[in-house]
């Protein structure tokens, strides 16, 4: 089964407006993981936050994390037409494991 | 060098074919991926190679095949393949941890046409 599941399936907005994206799973996890990915294309690691973490910035993105009720949310603040693509989170199998389970994704579509 | 390549980028096969799909990376990573992704849908796990060798099969049809001649280079053997199999074959790489799962640094793809 999916281990994680995000939300809303596609999102469409204005190039400058913010765009936030969930994730909940469904076990214990030692870090979530955000990828990025254009049509068609190899998946681009955004960025990892720890299960001890609550917070993450990078760039034009935020990352937050609720393990309480896991869950996760990304948000890309001014949005450029560059950031057309699909999200996914990902966590990891199961305990000990290194292997990564992704969500749906999420495919937003800004537009200029 | 954060790159991971793979050959060819795209490829047409029929279903008595032989082809191999090629993946290579230079950052030193110890644990290499195969993924396939249908449309639509997100990567599914393959195959996991650790230190050269073969830790994870996700139960996989023996007409896939992977190999794993040294630690920077990955392969994918194709033979009998079905249409269902079209699909975009992700190679990725990553370092190898047992307590924190690393970040995964992965290919462009192959995508693969099965007549």
């Known amino acids: 089964s999916q281990q994680g599941e995000e939300d809303p399936q596609a999102l469409s907005i204005q190039e400058g407006e913010n765009a936030t994206m969930n994730c909940s799973y469904k076990t214990s996890i030692n870090n979530l993981q955000w990828y990025r990915q254009n049509s068609g294309r190899g998946l681009v690691h955004l960025i990892l936050i720890r299960s001890n973490e609550r917070e993450k910035h990078s760039g034009r993105l935020r990352v937050t994390l609720d393990t309480s009720k896991k869950s996760s949310s990304l948000l890309i603040t001014a949005s450029r037409a560059a950031d057309t693509a699909s999200y996914f989170c990902?966590?990891?199998?199961?305990?000990?494991?290194?292997?990564?389970?992704f969500g749906k994704g999420t495919k937003l579509s800004v537009i200029p | 060098d954060t790159e991971v390549t793979q050959t060819p980028k795209h490829l047409v096969m029929g279903m008595t074919n032989k082809k191999s799909l090629k993946c290579e990376q230079h950052?030193?990573?110890?644990?290499m991926y195969w993924y396939k992704q249908k449309a639509k849908k997100p990567p599914e796990l393959m195959f996991v190679y650790s230190y050269e060798k073969l830790s994870i099969n996700e139960s996989v049809p023996s007409r896939f095949s992977p190999e794993c001649p040294n630690s920077s280079l990955l392969n994918l053997h194709l033979h009998a393949l079905q249409p269902e199999d079209s699909a975009l074959y992700l190679c990725a790489s990553s370092q190898v941890r047992l307590v924190v799962v690393p970040e995964q640094y992965f290919g462009p793809g192959t995508r693969l046409t099965v007549t």
């Open positions: 950052m030193g990573h110890r644990a």
């Open positions: 990902a966590t990891m199998r199961g305990a000990g494991s290194y292997q990564l389970t």
